[in-house]
């Protein structure tokens, strides 16, 4: 005999107690009795006091660890979404950004040849006044040579004309003394012959 059919001959037990004790069939409906009934509520009772319990040390905990894991991918959906709307707000200033490199270039090498031009005047102009420093420079260094080439010149001329007078004048007294001694000698001549 297995389970099932010694369930079917307590039934037919007790529908056979019940009906042997002036019972009738209608008046127990499924043949419960107080005690089962007693039964029924203390196994209610346990189970409502263990799923109470179970709720304190199982489900409780096991809810919070869900809601706290809940939280925690909201939050992560949030900073997702926030890293996803400024991933695209870098894209756009990226794309904006590129859109505008040739711009900026332009921008860019109007400004370095701006400085490059300011540059080129100020080194032009640095270079006009040290080219009109050293013209004028040049122009005192040239009237200094030619003044003391006009003062050497004059001192060779008053050397040279006072060689030329001290020749003009060894030459007259050459002469004047060769006239004096041949005059002189004459005289002599003369005086001595008619001594």
Not at 14 to 33: K, V
Not at 145 to 158: F, G, L, P, Q, T
Not at 162 to 188: H, P
């Amino acid at each position: 005999m297995n389970g099932g059919e010694t369930c079917l001959n307590m039934m037919d037990i007790t529908f056979l107690a019940g009906a042997s004790s002036g019972e009738t069939l209608t008046d127990r409906l499924f043949g419960l009795d107080m005690q089962l009934i007693a039964d029924t509520c203390i196994t209610a009772l346990n189970v409502f006091v263990l799923f109470v319990l179970l709720s304190f040390l199982l489900f409780n905990p096991v809810r919070k660890l869900m809601k706290q894991r809940q939280e925690k991918i909201r939050e992560e959906l949030e900073a997702a979404d926030e890293d996803k709307k400024e991933a695209v707000r870098y894209k756009a200033e990226y794309e904006d950004k590129l859109r505008n490199v040739d711009q900026a270039a332009d921008q860019i090498l109007r400004e370095a040849g701006s400085r490059a031009k300011e540059r080129e005047a100020a080194i032009l102009a640095q270079a006009k006044e040290e080219a009109e420093e050293i013209r004028e420079r040049t122009k005192r260094e040239l009237v200094l040579m030619e003044e003391a080439m006009k003062d050497k010149m004059h001192r060779e001329m008053i050397s040279v004309a006072a060689a030329m007078a001290g020749q003009v004048i060894a030459s007259a007294l050459k002469e004047e003394q060769d006239r004096l001694i041949e005059e002189t000698m004459k005289e002599m001549s003369e005086s001595t012959w008619k001594q």
